[in-house]
């Protein structure tokens, strides 16, 4: 039983499965809904976070490399010389696109809260630091927006299970599907 607690855990800590996914299933699979939705949410959360934070550190460090390559290029420049900048244009992938036309319609809450369901909590995260929304504020509405999903989730699940599998006991339903 510790394993298939630990398995919650990390699935809803990798990108993949989230926990969205994950809840749903372990609740199917006969786990306790608290002790999934409170497993699932920790796991999620800590990546997200990690991310977050690793994100705010990434953009710390290029605004400085930025400043001091500008620097750089001020003095060659009052040195007489020229140099010509390089502009790279970046592909977006079709969920880094859905992740703007949330961003732009409905700003960072909506990017939050609707994005865990149709993009992922991590793409989520990461695409609403890279929109240059502040780090303080990201974790606040990825977190509002993790325990409304696992709420959402655990509760949807639960009560789906008890009305489409009313004879279900403890051991779960695919527990009795490959034991019948």
Do not use: C
Not at 10 to 25: Q, S, T
Not at 101 to 124: A, C, E, Q, R
Not at 143 to 171: H, R
């Amino acid at each position: 039983m510790f394993l298939s607690y630990l398995l919650v855990f990390v699935l809803a800590a990798i990108p993949l499965f989230e926990l969205v996914a994950v809840i749903p299933l372990a609740i199917i699979g006969g786990l306790s809904p608290v002790l999934t939705g409170v497993l699932a949410f920790l796991g999620n959360a800590l990546t997200v976070i990690l991310l977050i934070v690793f994100v705010d550190k990434f953009k710390i460090w290029r605004r400085k490399r930025k400043q001091k390559q500008k620097r750089t290029k001020d003095v060659i420049q009052d040195e007489g010389e020229t140099t010509e900048a390089h502009v790279e244009e970046v592909q977006e992938s079709k969920k880094e696109k859905r992740a703007r036309v949330l961003f732009d319609k409905y700003g960072l809450p909506g990017l939050t809260i609707i994005g865990p369901f149709f993009v992922g909590s991590h793409i989520s995260a990461f695409m609403g630091m890279s929109f240059g929304s502040k780090r303080k504020m990201v974790t606040s509405w990825m977190m509002t927006s993790l325990v409304l999903w696992t709420v959402i989730m655990a509760v949807a699940s639960t009560y789906g299970v008890a009305f489409f599998v009313p004879d279900v006991e403890d051991d779960g339903v695919l527990v009795r599907l490959f034991t019948n």
